[in-house]
């Protein structure tokens, strides 16, 4: 027996865990104010704490203190908030989430949306009404207009809201989320810069017009959590990731259904996945596995990684400004980390080697959402509770842990908290209802100010306010103010084609990218021709920062003019062969042309080795792929709970279409692992697999894909039939031809290693068979 693993069955030692290291490893818990007595209880025995105890347990960044805004029995599980213009929090509820460790009662209807409010001004919330209830595992929520958008899988409802009571109830789209589980659905519904509603975990964004909502296709983006810089660039991540996000603005480059990952969007930000907890952190789900948890016991990498927050509010300093904080709940932490941008491209590192921004000893601290407020804080959205892993991929190591400190109960609890500089007083600014005054406050200092003031006036219909929003566009001189009137006018459908044109020559280039992704709302037969001999202008002058704008939104005038879009398109081809990410921007726009514009350009440069042509041959390789897609209500049919597990289980990680998802999980389509060895299947399926994989002749690991794919064997709700269907439903989908997998198989693999919980490695399994 190793000596981590000593460790691990002899938690009666934890005293010596609890006092950290004072290194640049392990993060050190001094500066608690609790005795070591009292740490070291906490630890070993996660008791339930107050808010003002589990605050005391809490270690952050030199001159930042936590500060508590409501807590159970005002709140419970609150999984996601909206702040109204009075200040007052809209709280989401999701109170069904995992009762027990068998999930049992995750469908009763008890989760709610409650309007919490500090009525005496001293911070801290001391009313609650409850505007909707009977609620199902509901997962996010936006104010607009005079209503609420409120996902509920598998619909998005939009409530009216009569003096704070519900309304008519408008389903907008019965799809919001279409199989996965309650760690893989759509969430977010953020509103963005440019006046769509962007989801993490999702295909779709949204639009209010008049009484009717659009959908749009957009770029799969993360998996809990979203958040926007101050020109509408949107951040995310998945549970092992740090920081993902876009080079380029949202609405572009997701036209071209063939193409699939499309360069600068989804992007590894930050690739130091590196996490320093304060406490032993037994209680994760693979806590078993070797370098999971360091000698300390203490986790390594992220695990749980949610909630990512582009910090706007101004509070902190212009240090912090646009620093992106990620919560990790499993980890009872809060990460900082610093962006830095050189020209379209962005980067970035962890703030602090060694350390977090905020980290806790007490294991039900489970922060899981973070916003910016209207006050400048942070704020904190946590669950408090001991069970944060679903029961789709629960191990049985974890479920040991969380009967041995007794994590399944309460269930009742819940914080936030805000975060502020030391000592300061803070007071949330209250919305004016007042156009002119909404239009000023577009230059205020916190970004959640600025963009309620957007959204007021949109809501509002306030197009009386037109004049005061030209004249900042043309007179301010910052660019974050233009940006926000630019959109305004947009949102308030009066924005014209030379309040774009003016922009498209501006200075700033982050400006004139804003007016090219802002020109698909005003180019018409009556200027595109305009619109185009600024293109060739900004072409011709190696304006290199907007190529791939332009690229994108060659649309603009495609749709009036093919043969001139298509001169534009060879023409920065040919000056730009070798750069991805105008390729990728250039390939957006041939959705079923692909192959008729690699032959023309071919003949202009048939070097295979140059970027456009290796990105044309990707994209025809994917669409080859797709070809020979099968029956799928034939295959449904034949294998109905491998279907069903499929769209609720595999899909999320390896894609509908079977080809994978980029940052989660390589391809099954055409996989010598799916159609291969059918025992190396079933064992890869029952117990999960670890490390690098090569399928198809391309090596996947991390961060390209998650390090680790989850068994399910442990999963109580799935049977030996069920996993023998979805076997056969992938081995015999897509481009796939492979014969079934009975019950017998999958048995004979389960009597093997009867009593396995590790995952297998690749050379595992190559020995085995």
């Given at each position: 027996?190793?000596?981590?693993?000593?460790?691990?069955?002899?938690?009666?030692?934890?005293?010596?865990?609890?006092?950290?290291?004072?290194?640049?490893?392990?993060?050190?818990?001094?500066?608690?104010?609790?005795?070591?007595?009292?740490?070291?209880?906490?630890?070993?025995?996660?008791?339930?704490?107050?808010?003002?105890?589990?605050?005391?347990?809490?270690?952050?960044?030199?001159?930042?203190?936590?500060?508590?805004?409501?807590?159970?029995?005002?709140?419970?599980?609150?999984?996601?908030?909206?702040?109204?213009?009075?200040?007052?929090?809209?709280?989401?509820?999701?109170?069904?989430?995992?009762?027990?460790?068998?999930?049992?009662?995750?469908?009763?209807?008890?989760?709610?949306?409650?309007?919490?409010?500090?009525?005496?001004?001293?911070?801290?919330?001391?009313?609650?009404?409850?505007?909707?209830?009977?609620?199902?595992?509901?997962?996010?929520?936006?104010?607009?207009?005079?209503?609420?958008?409120?996902?509920?899988?598998?619909?998005?409802?939009?409530?009216?809201?009569?003096?704070?009571?519900?309304?008519?109830?408008?389903?907008?789209?019965?799809?919001?989320?279409?199989?996965?589980?309650?760690?893989?659905?759509?969430?977010?519904?953020?509103?963005?810069?440019?006046?769509?509603?962007?989801?993490?975990?999702?295909?779709?964004?949204?639009?209010?017009?008049?009484?009717?909502?659009?959908?749009?296709?957009?770029?799969?983006?993360?998996?809990?959590?979203?958040?926007?810089?101050?020109?509408?660039?949107?951040?995310?991540?998945?549970?092992?990731?740090?920081?993902?996000?876009?080079?380029?603005?949202?609405?572009?480059?997701?036209?071209?259904?063939?193409?699939?990952?499309?360069?600068?969007?989804?992007?590894?930000?930050?690739?130091?996945?590196?996490?320093?907890?304060?406490?032993?952190?037994?209680?994760?789900?693979?806590?078993?596995?070797?370098?999971?948890?360091?000698?300390?016991?203490?986790?390594?990498?992220?695990?749980?990684?949610?909630?990512?927050?582009?910090?706007?509010?101004?509070?902190?300093?212009?240090?912090?400004?646009?620093?992106?904080?990620?919560?990790?709940?499993?980890?009872?932490?809060?990460?900082?980390?610093?962006?830095?941008?050189?020209?379209?491209?962005?980067?970035?590192?962890?703030?602090?080697?060694?350390?977090?921004?905020?980290a806790s000893i007490d294991e039900r601290f489970r922060p899981v959402s973070l916003y910016d407020g209207p006050d400048g804080a942070m704020y904190v959205v946590d669950m408090y509770r001991g069970i944060i892993q679903h029961r789709t991929y629960l191990t049985e190591y974890l479920k040991k842990e969380i009967v041995k400190r007794e994590l399944s109960k309460p269930l009742n609890c819940g914080r936030i908290y805000k975060i502020v500089p030391a000592g300061k007083v803070v007071k949330p600014i209250l919305m004016p209802h007042n156009p002119a005054e909404l239009v000023n406050l577009l230059s205020f200092g916190n970004g959640w100010i600025r963009d309620k003031a957007q959204q007021m006036l949109i809501d509002g219909k306030f197009v009386i306010a037109a004049p005061e929003l030209r004249n900042k566009l043309q007179e301010s001189d910052d660019p974050v103010v233009i940006t926000h009137c630019l959109w305004t006018l947009e949102g308030l459908g009066i924005l014209q084609f030379d309040d774009v044109k003016r922009l498209l020559v501006h200075p700033n280039w982050k400006l004139r990218a804003e007016a090219l992704?802002?020109?698909?709302?005003?180019?018409?037969?009556?200027?595109?021709?305009?619109?185009?001999?600024?293109?060739?202008?900004?072409?011709?002058?190696?304006?290199?920062?907007?190529?791939?704008?332009?690229?994108?939104?060659?649309?603009?005038?495609?749709?009036?003019?093919?043969?001139?879009?298509?001169?534009?398109?060879?023409?920065?081809?040919?000056?730009?062969?070798?750069?991805?990410?105008?390729?990728?921007?250039?390939?957006?726009?041939?959705?079923?042309?692909?192959?008729?514009?690699?032959?023309?350009?071919?003949?202009?440069?048939?070097?295979?080795?140059?970027?456009?042509?290796r990105r044309f041959e990707k994209t025809l390789a994917d669409i080859k792929k797709n070809e020979f897609n099968k029956n799928i209500a034939q295959l449904k049919r034949q294998f109905p709970k491998g279907f069903q597990v499929f769209q609720n289980i595999c899909k999320t990680c390896h894609g509908d279409d079977g080809n994978g998802i980029a940052s989660l999980a390589p391809p099954l389509n055409q996989s010598s692992w799916v159609v291969g060895d059918k025992r190396k299947l079933i064992a890869i399926v029952l117990y999960g697999l670890t490390g690098p994989v090569t399928v198809n002749n391309k090596i996947y690991k991390t961060p390209e894909i998650s390090g680790e794919m989850p068994g399910l064997n442990t999963n109580d709700e799935l049977n030996e039939e069920d996993i023998a269907q979805v076997l056969s439903f992938i081995r015999k989908n897509w481009s796939n031809k492979a014969d079934v997998i009975s019950v017998k198989d999958v048995e004979k693999v389960k009597q093997k290693y009867n009593g396995r919980q590790k995952p297998f490695t690749i050379e595992e399994l190559d020995k085995a068979w």
């Open positions: 027996m190793t000596k981590r693993f000593f460790y691990l069955l002899m938690l009666s030692v934890i005293s010596y865990f609890s006092t950290g290291c004072n290194d640049n490893k392990t993060s050190s818990t001094d500066g608690l104010t609790l005795d070591d007595a009292t740490q070291k209880k906490i630890i070993a025995d996660a008791p339930v704490l107050t808010p003002q105890e589990s605050i005391s347990t809490m270690k952050t960044e030199n001159g930042f203190e936590v500060k508590l805004v409501a807590a159970e029995p005002l709140i419970s599980t609150p999984v996601a908030i909206n702040f109204d213009d009075r200040g007052r929090i809209w709280a989401l509820e999701m109170q069904g989430y995992m009762p027990d460790t068998a999930g049992r009662g995750e469908n009763v209807p008890d989760g709610k949306v409650v309007i919490l409010e500090d009525k005496n001004g001293d911070g801290v919330m001391d009313d609650r009404k409850i505007f909707l209830d009977s609620l199902v595992l509901p997962r996010a929520l936006c104010l607009i207009e005079n209503g609420l958008l409120v996902a509920e899988p598998p619909n998005l409802w939009y409530v009216e809201i009569n003096n704070d009571h519900a309304g008519k109830k408008i389903l907008v789209d019965s799809s919001y989320t279409v199989g996965g589980n309650v760690e893989h659905q759509p969430n977010g519904l953020l509103r963005g810069m440019d006046n769509w509603i962007y989801n993490a975990n999702s295909t779709k964004r949204y639009r209010k017009e008049g009484n009717k909502w659009l959908v749009e296709k957009t770029h799969l983006r993360g998996q809990w959590g979203i958040s926007q810089d101050d020109y509408g660039r949107l951040y995310y991540n998945n549970n092992s990731q740090n920081l993902i996000g876009d080079y380029f603005l949202p609405a572009l480059g997701s036209g071209n259904e063939d193409q699939r990952g499309v360069s600068g969007f989804n992007v590894d930000i930050i690739k130091d996945n590196r996490v320093y907890p304060i406490r032993p952190t037994t209680g994760v789900n693979r806590g078993y596995m070797e370098k999971i948890l360091d000698d300390k016991l203490r986790l390594v990498n992220f695990t749980a990684a949610c909630g990512p927050l582009v910090y706007r509010g101004g509070l902190f300093g212009k240090e912090y400004h646009e620093n992106v904080f990620v919560a990790e709940p499993s980890a009872n932490l809060i990460k900082r980390n610093i962006l830095e941008e050189k020209g379209y491209i962005t980067e970035g590192k962890q703030a602090y080697s060694g350390r977090e921004f905020l992704d802002a020109a698909s709302a005003v180019v018409g037969k009556n200027n595109y021709r305009e619109f185009a001999s600024t293109l060739k202008k900004m072409i011709a002058g190696s304006d290199t920062l907007l190529i791939p704008y332009i690229a994108f939104q060659l649309h603009c005038i495609s749709a009036f003019d093919q043969p001139m879009a298509d001169a534009i398109w060879m023409d920065i081809a040919k000056k730009y062969p070798n750069n991805r990410y105008v390729a990728d921007a250039l390939i957006s726009n041939l959705e079923k042309k692909e192959t008729i514009f690699f032959k023309k350009f071919k003949i202009i440069d048939p070097d295979t080795n140059l970027v456009i042509n």
